[in-house]
């Protein structure tokens, strides 16, 4: 492996260390605080240099200049954090557990080539024509018709990814531009390790979401990674309504910035997101103490998350690519039609039974009987997963409903990865119930109080 693409890592902490340095709220001392906090800030400067990669080519087009500015950026960055002395954020008692895990998820991504039809013929195949054609543009090719099978309105976050590491590396084959996927494996890793804070007895949480998208993690599909970090959104913005950690809000909003940009479902989670977690703010207004301006973080992050989707629709207008599912006003006609044919009984059961929604729906509310039980009041968290996983899930049976595809055949065999993100977010809301436990053990602990009640 060329040693330039085994920077991969580095440049993108580069990158993302920008958040550290616009970062009111991120202060160097509160993520070397912990081991799980150093883990959870580690993995929001990598996620945050992926979206600033990805920001950088969609406006400069140029794959070789975008690189070529990023580097720059990342190494003043980092020399940047250097002389400030933020010399902890280098800490080795957990950088080196990061190597290994890193080592592992390169034996993870590349031990096999890219297999799934959908894989090689959709996000690869855009990524090698970013590589061949040196630019974001792909040199016009987007509007042939020879690929219209190939969903050309897709964004293309991996596909930029895994064009710069062919890029750099010189080629391309089947192995080498999965390593685009460790980018995105990693800090999902160090995420799910972090939430575990101190009580490692829920242990189980962590294998949960793995045993669910662990066959979605190598393949070249985008389904388990978008599934992951949906999780991750709900999870972080939820537990910063409940305990205020500003790490908690940078994190949430980097992960729900990810799903937007890796799959068209991700901007239906991302509305749903967004109008709940606003409804939860207004609902808690009398009870947030004052930020001292500390929305900063939270303000560059949407920005560069929104610019990155702004830009990528941009181009689809400019080359006219759209969306084959065609909804829109005629689609009500579709969804009336087939509610009067009993489509909707089909795919709920098909949902329900065959892709297991019935699973992960019983951990969530054994959990909550578990904890009614206690005599234990949910927070806010909780709410959030839970009412975003039903809603995102009525949001996709609609769209099952509104397509004029045939259900058996096209839509309904492919349940078992768009159920997902749904099975993550109820998980999400089941780990949920089990924080607010940990976190007053910590505040009691540490002396601190929460900044939300």
């Not at 034996?107 to 080539?113: D, F, I, N, R, W």
């Not at 039809?117 to 959709?122: E, G, K, N, V, Y």
């Not at 806010?380 to 009412?387: A, H, I, K, N, R």
Request: net charge positive.
């Amino acid at each position: 492996m060329p040693v330039a693409v085994s920077l991969m890592l580095p440049y993108l902490f580069g990158l993302g260390g920008l958040l550290l340095l616009v970062s009111g709220g991120l202060e160097n001392r509160k993520l070397a605080g912990s081991n799980h906090s150093a883990m959870q800030g580690l993995a929001a400067c990598l996620v945050f240099g992926v979206l600033i990669n990805h920001f950088l080519v969609l406006l400069l087009s140029e794959l070789v200049l975008s690189l070529l500015v990023g580097c720059t950026l990342s190494m003043v960055t980092l020399v940047t954090l250097i002389v400030i002395k933020r010399t902890s954020l280098f800490r080795v008692s957990w950088l080196l557990p990061s190597l290994l895990l890193y080592v592992a998820c390169l034996y993870l991504v590349t031990s096999g080539p890219v297999t799934g039809w959908d894989a090689r013929s959709i996000w690869f195949l855009h990524g090698k024509m970013i590589f061949y054609n040196g630019s974001v543009d792909a040199g016009g090719d987007w509007t042939l018709p020879s690929i219209v099978f190939s969903h050309t309105d897709y964004p293309q976050l991996v596909p930029i990814l895994a064009a710069q590491v062919a890029s750099v590396a010189g080629y391309w084959n089947e192995y080498l531009p999965k390593l685009s996927l460790v980018a995105l494996l990693l800090p999902a890793i160090l995420l799910l390790l972090s939430t575990l804070g101190r009580n490692w007895r829920h242990i189980v949480f962590l294998l949960l979401p793995i045993l669910f998208t662990g066959p979605w993690l190598n393949n070249g599909y985008m389904d388990g990674y978008l599934a992951l970090y949906a999780g991750f959104g709900c999870f972080f913005l939820g537990k910063w309504l409940d305990e205020g950690k500003q790490l908690d809000l940078a994190t949430g909003l980097l992960s729900a910035g990810v799903v937007l940009h890796l799959k068209n479902e991700g901007l239906l989670y991302v509305l749903i997101l967004s109008a709940l977690f606003c409804l939860f703010l207004l609902y808690k207004r009398m009870r947030l103490v004052s930020l001292n301006g500390r929305w900063r973080e939270g303000g560059v992050i949407v920005s560069i998350v929104i610019s990155g989707w702004i830009l990528w629709e941009r181009k689809k207008h400019l080359f006219q690519l759209k969306n084959d599912l065609q909804l829109g006003p005629e689609s009500i006609e579709r969804v009336l039609h087939r509610l009067s044919e009993g489509s909707l009984t089909v795919i709920l059961k098909y949902l329900y039974v065959v892709d297991n929604i019935n699973l992960s729906l019983g951990i969530f509310l054994l959990s909550l009987v578990y904890k009614t039980w206690k005599k234990e009041r949910p927070g806010m968290g909780v709410l959030l997963c839970g009412f975003v996983a039903v809603i995102y899930f009525a949001g996709i049976v609609t769209i099952y409903l509104a397509t004029p595809f045939d259900l058996e055949s096209f839509h309904l065999p492919t349940g078992d990865r768009t159920m997902l993100p749904v099975h993550i977010m109820l998980l999400a809301a089941s780990y949920s119930l089990f924080v607010p436990c940990e976190a007053k053990a910590e505040a009691s602990s540490d002396g601190s109080t929460p900044q939300l009640r």
